[in-house]
């Protein structure tokens, strides 16, 4: 009886143990990504187009799934007006046009798709690259931190009003609808006069919209753009983007959880994309400092850097951070995975490392993984501060030299990839 007691408190420990450890990164009792996702967008046929999306839609519509929409040149949803989407809609952005769908502010998407049916947003190209059409954006009239709180976006998208491409206001709140189970792929062409677009841009977005269970995979700009506004995103998945995986600025106030990013080396712009680029400015003389600075509360997202050979792809350039942060930032990440980055996460050099600073910037039950580095500050090679900071026993983080096929559980699977963490080779942080 002694030992069966004994035995029975051994196996309550190191079940303790392991749960406790794989609440790091994505989590689920089973892999969520499965049955919604795709991996490889290239090999499913759409169709041909059905139905064509122009000019402004201003009458509340609703796109079936029997149909399949080509968004032709820049589709606005103006006048205070629902656009709602089935389940298993296929809607394709023109190449020649540079397709886009924009949700002014005042209107709003219901595109809620289903686990088995999403909806899907892709290339009308027979060979599908990154950045064949534009990208999607909603407009809110959330709090940002520009002067006079409102602003503009500036594609060069060409709206019948200026309203329609306007965002920003004072209404945290707001409502832009609803976008879950929902696939975004080969988004984010390149303009000569206005650069990239993204896969997603979020401006003056506000918490009552809902973001869950969204993917974009092979854009050739931002995946996730996100600009000022008060939102949560949940299960996000960005796969092999082009530049950011998510971007925050503008006084963003945004609550992320349970999400992904998969970065390529051999994909990557050669400027040196991130996982996560977080801002308050781009301009200082043009932000309003008596407003909210952005703040990313992240937590429990798994960053990976899925390389053939990671020790000659970062002594030869192609590899970066995982993480970019600029200054007058709040940054707050927990039981988080960065894995196979050149270092982790880099601080601007203006940021001055102080107590004041460093309980901006919070990283607690951490797992670093196959990282040259953890944190540094851009431009110094000496990151003993950081690292006696960071790697006290209270912020509970740990390091770890382990392979993908050691680290995670079906990193390699084209079809059905599992991105949880397995836990192996942990070094205990210091005290």
Same mark, same amino acid.
């Given at each position: 009886?002694?030992?069966?007691?004994?035995?029975?408190?051994?196996?309550?420990?190191?079940?303790? =143990?392991?749960?406790?450890?794989?609440?790091?990164?994505?989590?689920?009792?089973?892999?969520?990504?499965?049955?919604?996702?795709?991996?490889?967008?290239?090999?499913?046929?759409?169709?041909?187009?059905?139905?064509?999306?122009?000019?402004?839609?201003?009458?509340?519509?609703?796109?079936?799934?029997?149909?399949?929409?080509?968004?032709?040149?820049?589709?606005?949803?103006?006048?205070? =007006?629902?656009?709602?989407?089935?389940?298993?809609?296929?809607?394709?952005?023109?190449?020649?046009?540079?397709?886009?769908?924009?949700?002014?502010?005042?209107?709003?998407?219901? %595109?809620?798709?289903?686990?088995?049916?999403?909806?899907?947003?892709?290339?009308?190209?027979?060979?599908?690259?990154? @950045?064949?059409?534009?990208?999607?954006?909603?407009?809110?009239? %959330?709090?940002?931190?520009?002067?006079?709180?409102?602003? %503009?976006?500036?594609?060069?998208?060409?709206?019948?009003?200026?309203?329609?491409?306007?965002?920003?206001?004072?209404?945290?709140?707001?409502?832009?609808?609803?976008?879950?189970?929902?696939?975004?792929?080969?988004?984010?062409?390149?303009?000569?006069?206005?650069?990239?677009?993204?896969?997603?841009?979020?401006? @003056?977005?506000?918490?009552?919209?809902?973001?869950?269970?969204? #993917?974009?995979?092979?854009?050739?700009?931002?995946?996730?753009?996100?600009?000022?506004?008060?939102?949560?995103?949940?299960? #996000?998945?960005?796969?092999?983007?082009?530049?950011?995986?998510?971007?925050?600025?503008?006084? %963003?106030?945004?609550?992320?959880?349970?999400?992904?990013?998969?970065?390529?080396?051999?994909?990557?712009?050669?400027?040196?994309?991130?996982?996560?680029?977080?801002?308050?400015?781009?301009?200082?003389?043009?932000?309003?400092?008596?407003?909210?600075?952005?703040?990313?509360?992240?937590?429990?997202?798994?960053?990976?850097?899925?390389?053939?050979?990671?020790?000659?792809?970062?002594?030869?350039?192609?590899?970066?951070?995982?993480?970019?942060?600029?200054?007058? =930032?709040?940054?707050?990440?927990?039981?988080?995975?960065?894995? @196979?980055?050149?270092?982790?996460?880099?601080?601007?050099?203006?940021?001055?490392?102080?107590?004041?600073?460093?309980?901006?910037?919070?990283?607690?039950? #951490?797992?670093?993984?196959?990282?040259?580095?953890?944190?540094?500050?851009?431009?110094?090679?000496?990151?003993?501060?950081?690292?006696?900071?960071?790697?006290?026993?209270?912020?509970?983080?740990?390091?770890?030299?382990?392979?993908?096929?050691?680290?995670?559980?079906?990193?390699?699977?084209?079809?059905?990839?599992?991105?949880?963490?397995?836990?192996?080779?942990?070094?205990?942080?210091?005290?």
């Amino acid at each position: 009886m002694k030992n069966y007691t004994l035995l029975l408190c051994l196996f309550v420990l190191t079940c303790n =143990t392991v749960f406790g450890q794989q609440e790091k990164g994505i989590i689920g009792y089973n892999n969520w990504l499965n049955s919604w996702t795709e991996f490889q967008p290239n090999k499913v046929d759409y169709g041909e187009p059905t139905q064509i999306l122009s000019g402004n839609i201003s009458e509340d519509t609703k796109l079936l799934k029997k149909n399949t929409y080509l968004l032709l040149g820049n589709v606005f949803v103006t006048d205070s =007006t629902t656009l709602t989407i089935e389940p298993g809609t296929v809607i394709i952005g023109d190449f020649k046009t540079n397709g886009t769908l924009t949700i002014s502010n005042g209107s709003k998407i219901i %595109a809620e798709g289903l686990e088995t049916d999403p909806i899907i947003f892709t290339s009308n190209r027979g060979v599908k690259k990154q @950045g064949d059409w534009g990208g999607i954006f909603i407009l809110g009239d %959330a709090p940002t931190n520009k002067f006079g709180n409102e602003a %503009a976006l500036d594609y060069g998208l060409r709206p019948s009003s200026y309203k329609n491409i306007s965002y920003g206001g004072d209404c945290p709140e707001s409502n832009s609808g609803i976008l879950k189970y929902v696939r975004i792929e080969y988004a984010g062409k390149r303009t000569k006069e206005y650069g990239y677009f993204n896969g997603l841009t979020l401006a @003056g977005v506000g918490h009552k919209t809902v973001i869950e269970n969204v #993917m974009v995979s092979y854009c050739q700009g931002n995946s996730f753009n996100v600009i000022g506004g008060d939102l949560k995103m949940d299960k #996000m998945v960005s796969y092999r983007s082009n530049r950011n995986d998510y971007e925050f600025n503008h006084g %963003a106030q945004c609550k992320i959880t349970n999400s992904l990013a998969i970065r390529s080396p051999y994909i990557s712009s050669s400027d040196g994309s991130k996982c996560m680029y977080i801002a308050s400015y781009e301009n200082k003389d043009e932000t309003d400092l008596t407003q909210k600075g952005t703040f990313v509360d992240a937590e429990n997202m798994t960053l990976v850097n899925v390389s053939e050979d990671l020790k000659y792809d970062m002594s030869i350039g192609l590899v970066k951070e995982a993480i970019y942060i600029a200054p007058e =930032t709040y940054v707050t990440l927990n039981k988080t995975v960065i894995s @196979g980055f050149n270092p982790a996460v880099i601080l601007d050099d203006k940021i001055y490392i102080n107590s004041k600073n460093l309980e901006r910037l919070n990283f607690r039950e #951490m797992y670093f993984n196959n990282c040259n580095g953890n944190i540094f500050t851009k431009g110094q090679s000496n990151n003993d501060d950081l690292e006696n900071w960071y790697g006290n026993s209270i912020f509970r983080n740990v390091y770890s030299k382990g392979d993908d096929d050691e680290t995670f559980i079906d990193l390699k699977n084209p079809k059905k990839p599992d991105f949880r963490l397995r836990i192996n080779k942990i070094i205990a942080s210091n005290d």
